[in-house]
């Protein structure tokens, strides 16, 4: 019966709709109980039926009545449970609390909600200790818990037992100290809120409430409703503005929570940080809202606060400063704070995060004297001088968010300067930006030209007035473009982007006439096919700005389509005639086609007559038929449907100027746009790769020492030599059925790098795709320049049964970093001595060498079991010593182009020793995840 209930309520924690749809919830509930209560049912079937009510106890508690009839017999079951059963017992005021708080019966303080309340509070004071074994303090902590969560989710139910908490607090030496802590400043928090917001309550209720005498402090609000019928301004009491906090006159004499908060604030650094933070919080709120508790109170706090690297309390101490600026913190603790912020900014021993987090905190530095009130802009502290912030300057050495938060803070520094002498701190940081720009320009990866982007928009975004320094990067990033053009698509987002933040638009404009200008004095010798392009599309993007003449544009299009002996020859590739098509669309609709009409017009015609693509033709031809046909404002009507007068009117009108029959053959001649996936490429189960010892003996040859490795180094030499990667996937369709497409015809797939690590893919074709026969095969075969992950891009264009052509994109393909393993490529005649042999030789060079080669040393825990599956299950196609032994397993793994990764695997005393050298320095990263991930305990319960 135990694994009946486990194996249903499994089922319902997985889907809970779905079972559902067999039975209800009331049903499903009353079984749950009925078995709760039956005393056959052991305590761990209890605790497993007790877990629908802990995490859906809404979905099965829908109503308040329902609510309170569950939780009376919950509390029924608790009342019977045995004392032995002590985490039947936590678990069950767990449930209890849940549905009672999803059920809205705590909200409304229904009958067992009290009932539970009291049962909470007997529970978290009885300190007798039936075992002996201090187990009562388990129950006694969850109760507390439980008490905390009631209080908070309804304010002011436990406002009336505020002097017992405060007792209970008192009398607790052991860790329940700092639960009752917490919740006694909840309780005192909320009972200080609903007093404030009670129409004649003074220091008698207030005073009632902390001495116990609860008749007396709630006799103002008999009339009135629920304390916690508005709950919301608790949540974000202190950091609204100070002005609408609510305010409880008790005028001066508050002795007794005057002396609640010293008892509380005395004990404070006996809690964890966390915890102190949290009751710091609310002890703030309680004296903003209480003119009668000078902030001074907090002073006592002060000097340990402010010597804390701890993020929480620091943080606490920051709204502190927030919310009582000079009434509590001096000129010179302004000053401390500001250069203990600075110093733990750029602290070694601090982690990244909570280095950024002390610089988040400098922008957003609450003043004694603020100049804005509440704004959330970030603004420096008058105090922060470029002298201070020096320590801050950026180096090339930081990591990139590091690097770009010390960029923004320093760039919001040297703003406020004047105009600043030669060397001063906007030349470094224009320099700054500059050696970046030449780490990119020497083969910065891609995330150092993330950074390096990011920080030149940034520099941008603050100085774009300064134009000594805007026109020398703008000429800085054209030079680097025009030699590395895969950047195309950065410097295309660092235009628009500052086009839309930037006042001015003006370094956009100049930006792209500079980019403009150099491209079209590229010489044609120089121009690749590769970076034709990426020309292309930021002639485009060139082409959008009406303010930019496009003659030097056009000229590059004349140029590149002539043929001549040093400019590269188009031929009839599709993709860069559709880039040139692009760059001509865009200039068909710019105000200056009066003057672009005739150099224009060249293009297309030869484009219409000349062009290897049929398709090219086709458009080039219906653009050369507009241009030579309609006027200006019905081309741009065309061209751009909605903006001219009539919309889609104007369309339909214009065209009927050119075709004398309707627009039905146009559907059939263009290419249609699928607004969801289609087809899916998913992987199909890879061969187990060849074992050098499945080969004939009688044909194996065996090498010298000497001599193996030098083979194998000679095969290296052939740059072509075992540089390829083999994936096979199986083209199918999409889950999700489309009768439209159940049989596609002719379907060409395209593959986009995301990257420069591989080179480009060629399409690929499929003759058909039927949903109801078996998916054709499509081999991918890439080449990599370097052994990274990659995404590719795929988009495919196929015909439909009805006749049309449709372009569609595929889910992205993610070639991992395993998959680019490959298995030592030696001559497949040697033997596994030979293989070890070189395995050898390599391991001796790479721990000799200095250049890229690098040593390294994983460790785990594996029992010899799973260390003899994990090999099996990762590498045994890579295994180049003998299987049978257990002490020791040479494993070599070649990584295309000519990367090496050896593994040395040892069973130590203490862990598992995994040696690792590899001719790539740049691969440490990667390997070290990679063999985390598959020793990790997930991967070893799966395997």
């Known amino acids: 019966m135990g694994s009946n209930w486990t194996e249903r309520v499994s089922a319902f924690c997985l889907r809970p709709s779905r079972f559902l749809s067999d039975t209800t919830a009331d049903t499903f509930l009353a079984e749950l109980l009925r078995e709760l209560r039956d005393d ?39 009342a019977q449970c045995p004392p032995w059963s002590l985490q039947l017992r936590c678990q069950l005021l767990v449930a209890l609390t849940c549905v009672l708080q999803c059920s809205s019966c705590a909200s409304s303080r229904s009958a067992a909600s009290q009932d539970f ?13 039936i075992h002996g074994d201090g187990s009562q303090r388990f129950l006694r902590a969850t109760a507390c818990e439980c008490l905390w969560e009631m209080e908070a989710c309804c304010p002011g139910l436990l406002s009336q037992h505020l002097e017992l908490v405060g007792g209970l607090r008192q009398r607790e030496t052991c860790r329940l100290h700092q639960a009752f802590a917490g919740l006694q400043t909840l309780v005192l928090r909320n009972a200080v809120y609903q007093l404030s917001r009670q129409t004649g309550a003074a220091a008698k209720n207030l ?50 929570l005057r002396s609640v908060l010293s008892s509380l604030l005395e004990e404070s650094y006996l809690l964890t940080p966390l915890c102190q933070a949290g009751m710091l919080f609310r002890l703030m709120e309680v004296v903003a809202m209480v003119p009668g508790i000078p902030p001074a109170i907090f002073r006592a706090q002060l000097l340990r ?44 021993l601090l982690a990244t995060p909570e280095k950024l987090f002390f610089m988040d905190c400098l922008l957003h530095f609450p003043e004694n004297c603020p100049i804005s009130c509440g704004d959330s802009d970030e603004a420096l502290p008058v105090l922060l001088t470029p002298r201070l912030a020096a320590v801050l300057l950026p180096t090339v050495f930081n990591d990139s968010a590091t690097l770009l938060a010390r960029l923004n803070l320093l ?17 470094f940081l224009s320099e700054h930006v500059a050696s970046l720009l030449h780490i990119v320009d020497n083969g910065g990866g891609r995330e150092f030209v993330v950074t390096f982007f990011r920080a030149a928009f940034l520099f941008l975004l603050r100085f774009c007035h300064v134009e000594r320094y805007t026109t020398s990067l703008s000429h800085q990033l054209c030079q680097l473009y025009l030699r590395h053009a895969h950047l195309a698509p950065h410097l295309i987002n660092m235009a628009d982007q500052t086009q839309d933040r930037l006042a001015d638009p003006a370094w956009t404009l100049d930006f792209l006439k500079i980019l403009q200008k150099g491209i079209s004095e590229v010489p044609p010798a120089r121009l690749t096919l590769p970076d034709l392009g990426w020309h292309l599309k930021v002639l485009a993007r060139v082409a959008e700005e009406s303010q930019i003449s496009q003659h030097a544009t056009l000229s590059f299009l004349s140029a590149i389509l002539t043929p001549s002996s040093s400019s590269p020859r188009l031929g009839g590739d599709w993709h860069r005639g559709n880039g040139v098509l692009a760059v001509c669309r865009r200039l068909l609709v710019h105000p200056s086609l009066d003057s672009l009409l005739v150099p224009l017009a060249d293009v297309l015609l030869h484009l219409a007559c000349r062009y290897g693509d049929t398709d090219i033709q086709d458009h080039a031809r219906l653009y050369y038929a507009l241009i030579t046909t309609l006027s200006r404002e019905k081309l741009a009507a065309v061209l751009t449907p909605g903006k001219g007068e009539g919309g889609c009117q104007v ?7 050119i075709m004398s029959e309707s627009e039905g053959p146009t559907g059939v001649l263009a290419v249609h746009q699928a607004d969801k996936p289609v087809l899916r490429l998913v992987a199909a189960s890879s061969e187990p790769a060849a074992d050098a010892g499945d080969q004939n003996p009688s044909e194996d040859e065996d090498v010298q020492d000497e001599v193996a490795l030098q083979t194998y180094r000679e095969q290296l030499a052939d740059p072509d030599f075992a540089s390829e990667i083999t994936l096979t996937y199986r083209l199918t369709h999409s889950e999700e059925r489309d009768p439209r497409f159940d049989h596609v015809f002719s379907v060409r ?61 595929l889910p992205d393909i993610q070639v991992a970093f395993p998959q680019l393993f490959q298995p030592l490529p030696a001559p497949r005649t040697w033997t596994p001595a030979s293989r070890l042999k070189v395995f050898r030789g390599l391991w001796e060079e790479i721990c000799s060498e200095d250049s890229d080669a690098a040593v390294s040393l994983f460790c785990c825990r594996l029992q010899e079991s799973d260390l003899v599956a994990l090999v099996t299950k990762h590498f045994l196609p890579f295994l ?35 040696h690792i050298a590899t001719d790539n320095w740049q691969l440490l990263p990667r390997i070290n995840s990679y063999l985390l991930t598959i020793t990790s305990p997930q991967e070893a319960a799966v395997s």
């Open 651 to 657: 369309k339909k009108r214009t065209l009927s100027c």
């Open 40 to 78: 056959r049912a052991s305590c761990g079937v209890k605790l497993v039926l007790l877990s629908p009510l802990c995490e859906y106890p809404s979905l099965l508690c829908p109503s308040d009545v329902v609510g309170e009839e569950t939780a009376l017999e919950l509390m029924s079951v608790f």
């Open 749 to 809: 797939l395209h593959f986009q790098l995301t990257d420069g690590s591989y080179d480009d893919l060629q399409d690929i074709s499929v003759p058909c795709v039927f949903r109801d026969r078996p998916s054709p095969a499509v081999t991918l075969r890439l080449k990599p320049r370097h052994p990274y992950p990659t995404t590719l891009h795929v988009t495919a264009i196929f015909t439909a049964a009805d006749g049309l052509c449709w372009h569609a994109a």
């Open 117 to 129: 309340l009291e049962l909470l509070l007997q529970v978290s004071q009885d300190s007798s200790d």
């Open 207 to 256: 005073k009632a409430l902390l001495e116990g005498n609860s008749s007396l402090a709630w006799e103002a609000d008999q009339d009135s409703g629920p304390p916690s019928e508005d709950p919301a301004p608790l949540a974000s009491l202190i950091t609204a503005p100070m002005g609408s906090v609510p305010t409880l006159h008790t005028g001066p004499d508050c002795k007794e």
């Open 305 to 348: 606060l402010l010597g804390t690297s701890e993020v929480c309390l620091f943080h606490v101490t920051l709204l502190m400063k927030c919310a009582f600026t000079d009434s509590l913190f001096s000129s010179e603790d302004e000053a401390f704070i500001l250069k203990r912020l600075l110093m733990l900014s750029q602290h070694p």
């Open 411 to 427: 760039s919001l520094v040297y703003l406020e300067e004047e105009e600043e002498e030669e060397g001063g701190g906007l030349a």
């Open 880 to 914: 180049v010593s003998d299987a049978s032994r257990k002490d020791e397993f040479s494993i070599a793994v070649f990584l295309p182009p000519q990367s090496h990764v050896l593994l040395k695997i040892r069973p130590e005393d203490d862990a598992v020793h995994f």
